[in-house]
């Protein structure tokens, strides 16, 4: 199986702060990768597909990078409503494994 | 809209049953691989298992291999999991998600249904 290993496990960040959370997988996984966002009490929901690309309506502040086994989810200018946990997720092989989740807290 | 309506979720004993199901509506039900994720309480998020589109291909973690049975049923766009054996390790918010082959990511999740085993 496929491990998927998050860093870090929890931030302290200010609104207007830019933050970078990693996800690298035990393999190469080429770009099929995948970012979510969970608030507390709802589903996931979908934020970047494809390591980069960026689900219809998320907005332009999140961006996603990286390919092979090392991948970056970057929130540039931290708005209120993005405190949050958030998970990568492969997509190469089953099972589809998540990352442990990041979660973004207020400082 | 997608919806995906997760029922069945309930206080079982260890060594239990439960069936837990997904109904959705809003898309083309048979076009689309599911998949059933689970969250135990204060934890992340576990893939638990995938079927198809047309139910022939499914797949499972290791941790719930020969317990569960997911399935689905085409003609009432519902999709389900059969739980047996259930462990206190298995206490969760089970979601539904839709697969998203364009988008190789879930593109739309049902609101979870919580299975409590306990004695």
């Known amino acids: 199986d496929i491990q998927m290993t998050q860093s870090p496990s929890s931030v302290s960040a200010s609104v207007g702060d830019r933050v970078t959370i990693s996800c690298r997988a035990s393999q190469d996984i080429s770009s099929w990768l995948a970012w979510y966002q969970q608030k507390p009490g709802k589903a996931p929901s979908l934020l970047i597909y494809?390591?980069?690309s960026l689900q219809t309506g998320v907005p332009s502040r999140f961006s996603g990078s990286g390919s092979g086994t090392d991948f970056t989810l970057t929130i540039n200018s931290l708005q209120p409503e993005d405190f949050a946990t958030y998970y990568c997720q492969q997509a190469d092989s089953f099972p589809r494994t998540f990352g442990q989740g990041t979660m973004v807290e207020f400082k | 809209e997608v919806q995906l309506v997760e029922s069945g979720g309930g206080l079982v004993k260890p060594g239990g049953s439960l069936r837990l199901s997904c109904a959705a509506s809003g898309f083309t039900f048979d076009s689309y691989a599911m998949s059933w994720v689970r969250q135990a309480p204060g934890k992340g998020l576990e893939w638990v298992s995938g079927i198809s589109g047309s139910g022939v291909s499914t797949d499972y973690a290791d941790s719930v291999k020969g317990r569960f049975t997911i399935s689905r049923d085409n003609s009432k766009n519902t999709l389900y999991l059969h739980m047996s054996s259930l462990r206190a390790e298995d206490m969760a918010v089970y979601f539904c998600a839709k697969w998203g082959d364009y988008y190789e990511s879930y593109i739309g999740w049902g609101q979870g249904t919580l299975v409590t085993v306990s004695s």
């Open positions: 494809a390591a980069s």
